[in-house]
């Protein structure tokens, strides 16, 4: 046994309060790092060790410890190892093989700063033997059934005879860290067998309220059909009826299967329908026989994993106001592969009228599926999607849950909307005229137009007569810069009542006088000084008092106009009541993404998503491509209700430079409204062209100090973002999948 010593070298200072057993830290930035001295020990023989690790702070999710051994090649990222929580609190460890000698080694514990504490941290040297045995007991646990464990054991064997005890031991290490897999599966495969369904979510001690599972079906495949129903059979929640209504099937099985699972389970219920009506007829003949408190929907070729109906009841339970709810959802093909999970927002309602995010699985409030009238003849394909937009207009927000848990494994076989949107292109025409019609029963002005992808753009209409927007430009020379910015809104832009406000922070070269000169000639720009030190949020505040629109629009200087409607997209979200800032989508000059909307809470603050991506990538289940509701969006383009601005105060003039969008985003959410995203607005941002990068002292301590201050004011509110998901990671590439999931 190896105990191990920490010294801070970058980042991070030790506090008040520490003792022999354990010592307080504050990490002054976003990537604090020790070294460790290994006591007795100059040098590390390679080999297998046991590392074990006591680390602790308030906030949770923050701490993520990696090592970086250094082999005497210099510390490389490829080679971090990762530690893991144990599941005890504060505890984390990893079993790792050292390939050579360790010369030195580093620790960075957690992206982001803050306070946190460590106790004991020690290294244990296992023989091959020991180390084998403890990696495939860990992979065994991982593996669910005898068929899984006895394959497993397969494979080992397969391994031992081929490389030997030396290429047994390390296949199994990179079973064992989830380097390869011995299935040739894939890293959501990998996630299903360590986490199952996902986040953890506390179970309340309630009732069990019944739970009536919809099920219409037609002509469903033997195979399909019963195990769709087993799914349900073989729930661990008891409390449950099946209420399946068969729309006429012409093949002679439906019938008789039915008929059999229904004599061997009194809570099968079943309707044979005389005449064929389609799914919305026959969902409603389901829904006849509903008699619980909520009805769950089912397609009849789709699968619940067990958990799904008790999963359900206690969220219900520990949110009794929930009227609504919905789950995460993945595919399963025909040899019972799980992939491609989507891993949803909480209710976002601007995605729910790009796509269907509701479904699947999706549970409603028996009593509210009856009041709007049941399911809708017409809307075939989308009728859920129908019937959720009728449902939520009746509701507030607060009563629609998400259950961030994978409850749904839709099946993807030929003919299904699952393995294709454009399998069932009525249903697309179908989801256009159910958004359409519910933006008029809701008084919203404006179109819905069906996208190449199969999802739908909503075009809202700008008021007549249009609102002012002053576009406030703040500078300091860089005349070319300032002059490519004004010159493509001024000869691009299609929306006519706009003014352009620059405001000049200590300009000095002449050509950006005699530019300043030249432009004001255009009756729409003005010039406003602002003679004082850089701060970003006091430039713009200092502009919007003089500001004559009633719409503000923050510009950084370095932006670039590519779409000529960009502004009528922004102005037609700024205008919604229940609506506050509202972003673009930014590309850098090499048509890569930029920022596509701000993920709170990844790498310790804030994050854009899909940053450095091509220009047109989809983004998780096409987001990067549809409007939605974000936490935050960035102030290189942003625009905002002025009594919206001065409802909350502007800018917060204590963030001078970073982050000061972030913050003026959180609490515009925080007084009630939505902040929103479009990808139609589209525009190059040469990003940080007049500033430069964060490269000396004094900007790296001002930066520090600022991600302090965020984390001081929002506390546990930046690791969890209600646009995000708990399931995927906040220290990786945004929308990867977390290791571990996060508690939502």
């Known amino acids: 046994m190896i105990t191990i010593s920490v010294s801070p070298c970058s980042e991070v200072r030790r506090e008040a309060g520490s003792d022999a057993a354990r010592l307080n830290w504050c990490a002054t930035g976003t990537d604090p790092q020790f ?74 514990p957690m992206a982001a700063a803050g306070t946190f504490s460590t106790g004991s941290m020690t290294l244990r040297r296992l023989s091959r033997y020991s180390a084998a045995m403890m990696m495939l007991a860990g992979i065994l646990r991982r593996r669910r059934g005898k068929r899984a464990k006895l394959a497993m054991l397969k494979w080992v064997l397969a391994r031992l005879v081929k490389g030997g ?34 986040a953890n979510v506390p179970h309340a001690d309630a009732g069990e309220p019944l739970i009536s599972v919809l099920m219409p079906v037609y002509n469903t495949p033997e195979k399909w059909l019963r195990r769709s129903i087993g799914s349900v059979i073989g729930q661990d929640y008891r409390n449950w009826e099946l209420c399946i209504a068969d729309d006429a099937s012409t093949q002679p099985h439906v019938r008789r299967v039915l008929q059999e699972f229904a004599g061997m389970d009194a809570r099968i219920k079943i309707a044979f329908r005389e005449r064929n009506g389609h799914i919305s007829a026959t969902s409603n003949s389901a829904l006849e026989l509903a008699s619980g408190e909520y009805v769950a929907l089912l397609d009849h070729d789709d699968e619940l994993p067990p958990t799904a109906l008790s999963d359900v009841a206690a969220a219900l339970a520990a949110n009794p106001h929930w009227r609504m709810l919905y789950t995460d959802e993945d595919k399963v093909d025909e040899l019972g592969r799980r992939y491609d999970p989507y891993f949803k927002p909480d209710w976002n309602y601007e995605l729910f009228l790009s796509q269907n995010c509701f479904s699947h699985l999706g ?29 939520c207009e009746r509701v507030d927000a607060s009563e629609i849950g998400h259950l961030a848990k994978v409850l749904y494994h839709w099946r993807a076989i ?61 500078t300091r020379d860089r005349v070319a810069l300032l002059k490519m ?38 009756p729409r720009v003005r010039v406003l000084p602002y003679d004082a030190p850089f701060n970003y949020s006091a430039i713009n505040n200092h502009a919007v008092r003089h500001a004559s629109g009633s719409i ?46 701000v993920i709170v809470g990844l790498h310790g603050v804030a994050g854009h998503a899909y940053s450095a991506k091509p220009r047109g990538y989809p983004g998780q289940m096409n987001r990067a491509r549809l ?3 974000l936490s935050a969006v960035t102030a290189a383009c942003l625009l905002v209700r002025r009594e919206v601005f001065d409802a909350v105060g502007g800018l917060d003039e204590a963030i001078c430079v970073a982050f000061n969008d972030v913050d003026f985003c959180l609490r515009v959410r925080e007084a009630g409204y939505r902040n929103v995203w479009t990808p139609f607005a589209e525009l190059y941002h040469h990003e940080s062209a007049s500033r430069g990068l964060e490269d000396t002292p004094e900007k790296i301590e001002r930066f520090q100090r600022e991600v302090l201050f965020m984390n001081q004011r929002w506390g546990d509110t930046l690791s969890v973002d209600p646009a995000y998901n708990p399931n995927l990671t906040l220290h990786g590439e945004p929308f990867g999948l977390a290791f571990p999931p996060r508690s939502p």
Not at 578 to 584: E, I, L, P, S, Y
Request: glycine content about 10%.
């Open 414 to 474: 030929p003919g299904s909307t699952a393995l294709a949107v454009g399998e069932k292109s009525y249903a697309v025409t179908a989801g256009e005229r159910a958004v359409r019609e519910h933006l008029h029963r809701v008084g919203a002005a404006g179109r819905v137009l069906s996208t190449e992808w199969g999802h739908h753009r909503l075009q809202y209409d700008v008021p007549v007569p249009a609102p002012r927007v002053s576009l406030i430009v703040p």
């Open 552 to 597: 503000i629009g923050l510009i950084n200087n370095d932006i670039e106009v590519i779409t000529p409607e960009w502004l009528d997209e922004m102005v037609g979200h700024a205008v919604r009541p229940d609506v506050g800032a509202v972003g673009a989508m930014l590309y850098y000059p090499n048509d890569t993404i930029q920022h596509a909307g």
């Open 165 to 198: 005890p030396a290429g047994l031991g390390a296949a199994l290490h990179d079973e064992y860290a989830g380097v390869s897999t011995f299935d040739a599966g894939n890293d959501y495969e990998r996630w299903v067998r360590l986490y199952g369904c996902g």
């Open 35 to 108: 070294m460790l001295s290994m006591d007795g020990h100059g040098y590390l023989q390679g080999g297998w060790y046991q590392v074990s690790l006591d680390i602790r702070s308030e906030r949770q999710g923050v701490v993520a410890p990696v090592l970086y051994p250094d082999y005497g090649h210099g510390m490389q990222e490829h080679e971090r190892i990762e530690l893991q929580t144990t599941g005890a609190p504060g505890q984390y460890g990893a079993l790792v093989r050292f390939p050579h000698t360790v010369h030195a080694m580093r620790m960075d």
């Open 627 to 629: 409007t939605q509701s």
């Open 485 to 522: 910015c004004v010159e493509s809104i001024l000869t691009r832009t299609t929306y006519t009542d706009y003014e352009i406000l620059i405001v000049d922070n200590q300009s000095v070269e002449p050509e950006t006088a005699e530019y300043f000169a030249e432009v004001v000639c255009d």
């Open 363 to 391: 549970v409603f409030e028996t009593r509210l599926v009856r009041e709007v009238g049941g399911f809708r003849e017409g809307l075939e394909g989308s009728q859920d999607w129908d019937l959720a937009l009728r449902c």
